[in-house]
């Protein structure tokens, strides 16, 4: 399978002295390939990767994986967060991060059109991240994350 002929790859090159690994994987396959990795390598992950609402225990196997993600997922006490409901009927992830999206989106439209603040000076911390309008483009930036126990927390580097 692909996680097999991957794992062949990686094993091949481990006296490369490889610096780091990424994974672009589903989370099963990311739960598998992750203790197979040297401990104490930086392991970086898309946000896909790691299923942010799933109990401690499904994430054991992705300890000190690292990836961005949504502060809808990993800050609860964020402001923007706490300020509206979490849909009642359960969904699939990628239709949760839809539906945080169109926050975003509604309260952008709200700013633009002037409800909230000057078009000028478009600054929106929301539930998906940072949102500011550069030029004529919106740039968000995420949460950096470290899987920590089984949980996505804010990463926090070692001082």
């Known amino acids: 399978t692909r996680v097999s002929n991957a794992m062949e790859k990686l094993n091949e090159r481990a006296g490369s002295k490889a610096d780091g690994v990424f994974l672009a994987a589903d989370p099963a396959a990311a739960r598998f390939v992750r203790p197979y990795l040297p401990t104490g390598m930086p392991v970086f992950a898309t946000s896909h990767s790691v299923d942010p609402r799933a109990e401690a225990v499904a994430n054991l196997d992705l300890e000190s994986v690292r990836f961005l993600e949504m502060p809808w997922f990993v800050e609860r006490d964020h402001p923007a967060v706490m300020a509206y409901a979490t849909p009642q009927l359960p969904m699939p992830i990628e239709y949760e991060r839809l539906y945080a999206l169109g926050i975003d989106a ?20 929301g539930v998906t991240g940072r949102i500011t309008l550069e030029g004529r483009q919106f740039t968000r930036a995420l949460a950096s994350v470290e899987v920590r126990d089984g949980r996505p927390q804010l990463y926090r580097p070692a001082e």
Do not use: K
């Open 106 to 125: 509604w309260r952008l439209g709200q700013m633009a059109a002037g409800a909230e603040g000057a078009r000028s000076a478009l600054l929106l911390d």
